[in-house]
Antibody
């Protein structure tokens, strides 16, 4: 069974940093492209970042470019999102999501982890 | 960036009704479109990919179609478990983008 479990969310002050993790199981993680998608409270879905199975290619939304870094450790079946210079508008539930057969649709999602940026 | 315009933003319907949700891409995306269902407090669920292909395990009452840059999700006979918010997403190019969502509510 495919499972994605996020962790690392919490309350952080504006300008602060946070690192999210996503533990994957039930599939060949190293062969799968992965993404982070977020959802602000009461709002719609926003794609944040993408990484290939090898980690060689990464893409970011303009809203987080230069502040967030996606990475992965295939030996640990884990995906990460390092978030720096956090702003109030980064407050959201952050989901990790697997690409469906390299087609950039998201066929499995984690349960999400809430990040709140507030003083 | 490709903008995805979804309509309506909400729809009220009864069990058994046929419901149609629309999504328009700001430029050509071929059939690189997905539909998701999201219930409150839960992660989204993939329903349709490649505009009209049903994801494994999804009931056949969910039907996706395409006409040029216009895409449609049809629920042929609404069931109680279908009351949720639905999103379209283009997978043609980065940045990947979602429509604003359509909330299907009980009439």
């Amino acid at each position: 069974e495919v499972q994605l479990v996020e962790s690392g969310g919490g309350l952080v002050q504006p300008g602060g940093s946070l690192r999210l993790s996503c533990a994957a199981s039930g599939f060949t993680f190293s062969s799968s492209e992965m993404n982070w998608v977020r959802q602000a409270p009461g709002k719609g879905l926003e794609w944040v970042s993408y990484i290939t199975g090898s980690g060689s290619t990464r893409y970011y939304a303009d809203s987080v470019k230069g502040r967030f870094t996606i990475s992965r450790d295939n030996a640990k079946n884990s995906l990460y999102l390092q978030m720096n210079s956090l702003r109030a508008e980064d407050t959201a539930v952050y989901y990790c999501a697997r690409d469906r057969e390299s087609r950039d649709y998201f066929d499995y999602w984690g349960q999400g982890t809430l990040v709140t940026v507030s003083s | 960036d490709i903008q995805m315009t979804q309509s309506p933003s909400s729809v009220s319907a009864s069990v058994g009704d046929r419901v149609t949700i629309n999504c328009r891409a700001s430029q050509g995306i071929s059939s690189w479109l997905a539909w998701y269902q999201q219930k409150p407090g839960k992660a989204p669920k993939l329903l349709i990919h490649a505009a009209s292909s049903l994801q494994s395990g999804v009931p056949s009452r969910f039907i996706g179609s395409r006409s040029g840059t216009d895409f449609t999700l049809t629920i042929s006979s609404l069931q109680p478990e279908d009351f949720a918010t639905y999103y379209c997403q283009q997978a043609n190019s980065f940045p990947l983008t979602f429509g604003g969502g359509t909330k299907v509510e009980i009439k």
